[in-house]
């Protein structure tokens, strides 16, 4: 069965009753014209299977569902692997391989991220390469799914794991963040991958042109250092790389990434320690690679997506960002390796993804339980 039509049963239950799409209502500041398709428990990612109206959603406590958007129909995916829930962790990022997007396939690799538990109270990111095979209605399962990456070390608790996954254009290349795991100082040690943007093949091997693909791993899988929790990660349509990142309080960036670079963290930041404390400017040590944007207060910004449809011409190459802190969509007009906020959108609740859909449509998945998935037009 074709993976377009996966999703004959509005919950996963196949003898559930179809339910018609609801009608769309206008959000709260008029400028969308606004469809809930379903809710989620604790939304962390989602992805359109290429070629496809069908949007897969990982839930952070370890589950995932699909919603095939024309009809409104769910469905369940099984064969997931076991997760290490609580704090920031559980089940991450999802990712198909944008060339795989034959509307007829019933199987597809699937690139999926989550918080793994390690010995003595440790725990660490991993990402895992599997198939997604849809034969029926209102299931898929994910088969032969091998851990391909590890973070390294891991660390005692439950924060900044990042795990954001990114296919480079050609596919030759998976980035993936690496939080610094609210340790700070791995941040600045190459030796490890935390605090890091790591660059491998698609099975997980350390890519050839790495800045330090002369020494042993981890060391050689390292593309760019100095993080801190990068929970955006895109390519725009010229190739550049672009990451999105917490800082402490304040501080929040959008950043340019590039070969071999250092970002600063925790050395620099123009946030400040919870406690209050004093972290130096970026402005006061150049040998660091500064921001493009810096948000204080901040916007803890959950991902973002370059838009390119047609449905919000006036938006083409924005950067549309999914705020958790403003309860609002941010839009960021790009120049280049230059950028500006020019417009916030309220929408009443936390942000945790926003991605643009096969016809232009912007999908915003709300934060939290019970959290809505909502399709975006232009109100008029």
């Known amino acids: 069965m074709a993976i377009a039509s996966c999703g004959g049963a509005t919950t996963g239950d196949s003898s559930a009753e179809a339910v018609s799409?609801?009608?769309?209502?206008?959000?709260?500041?008029?400028?969308?014209?606004?469809?809930?398709?379903?809710?989620?428990?604790?939304?962390?990612?989602?992805?359109?299977?290429?070629?496809?109206?069908?949007?897969?959603?990982?839930?952070?406590?370890?589950?995932?569902?699909?919603?095939?958007?024309?009809?409104?129909?769910?469905?369940?995916?099984?064969?997931?692997?076991?997760?290490?829930?609580?704090?920031?962790?559980?089940?991450?990022?999802?990712?198909?391989?944008?060339?795989?997007?034959?509307?007829?396939?019933?199987?597809?690799?699937?690139?999926?991220?989550?918080?793994?538990a390690g010995s003595g109270d440790t725990r660490g990111a991993v990402v895992g390469k599997g198939m997604l095979i849809c034969d029926q209605a209102d299931e898929c399962r994910v088969d032969s799914l091998d851990i391909i990456w590890r973070q390294a070390p891991k660390v005692t608790g439950r924060g900044h794991y990042s795990h954001r996954i990114a296919f480079s254009p050609d596919e030759a290349h998976l980035y993936i963040a690496s939080g610094d795991r609210q340790k700070k100082t791995p941040a600045q040690d190459?030796?490890?991958?935390?605090?890091?943007?790591?660059?491998?093949?698609?099975?997980?091997?350390?890519?050839?042109?790495?800045?330090?693909?002369?020494?042993?791993?981890?060391?050689?899988?390292?593309?760019?250092?100095?993080?801190?929790?990068?929970?955006?990660?895109?390519?725009d349509a010229s190739g550049r790389l672009w990451g999105l990142e917490h800082g402490p309080a304040g501080g929040d960036e959008l950043n340019f990434i590039e070969r071999g670079k250092n970002y600063g963290w925790p050395v620099v930041s123009d946030g400040d320690e919870y406690d209050g404390g004093n972290i130096p400017d970026h402005s006061t040590r150049p040998e660091f690679?500064?921001?493009?944007?810096?948000?204080?207060?901040?916007?803890?910004?959950?991902?973002?997506?370059?838009?390119?449809?047609?449905?919000?011409?006036?938006?083409r190459g924005d950067a549309i960002i999914a705020g958790l802190k403003t309860n609002a969509l941010i839009r960021v007009e790009m120049d280049g390796t230059s950028a500006r906020e020019v417009a916030r959108y309220p929408m009443g609740e936390r942000l945790r993804d926003v991605l643009e859909g096969p016809d232009g449509a912007l999908w915003v998945l709300e934060d939290g339980d019970n959290a809505k998935l909502l399709k975006l037009m232009p109100a008029a």
């Open 21 to 116: 799409t609801p009608a769309p209502t206008m959000s709260a500041d008029g400028q969308f014209m606004q469809t809930e398709y379903g809710s989620f428990n604790e939304p962390w990612a989602a992805a359109f299977a290429p070629g496809t109206p069908v949007l897969f959603v990982t839930e952070k406590p370890g589950s995932m569902k699909f919603v095939d958007t024309v009809t409104g129909k769910m469905g369940t995916v099984s064969g997931l692997p076991e997760v290490d829930y609580g704090g920031q962790g559980g089940l991450g990022d999802i990712a198909f391989l944008p060339s795989e997007s034959a509307a007829t396939l019933n199987r597809r690799t699937i690139f999926l991220s989550w918080a793994e």
């Open 289 to 315: 690679e500064s921001y493009v944007i810096n948000w204080t207060p901040v916007i803890a910004p959950g991902d973002f997506t370059f838009y390119s449809g047609n449905a919000f011409p006036a938006w």
């Open 190 to 235: 190459t030796g490890n991958t935390l605090g890091s943007i790591v660059r491998l093949t698609l099975d997980g091997t350390p890519a050839a042109g790495n800045p330090f693909a002369d020494r042993n791993g981890p060391t050689n899988q390292i593309w760019s250092y100095g993080h801190r929790n990068i929970l955006g990660m895109q390519f």
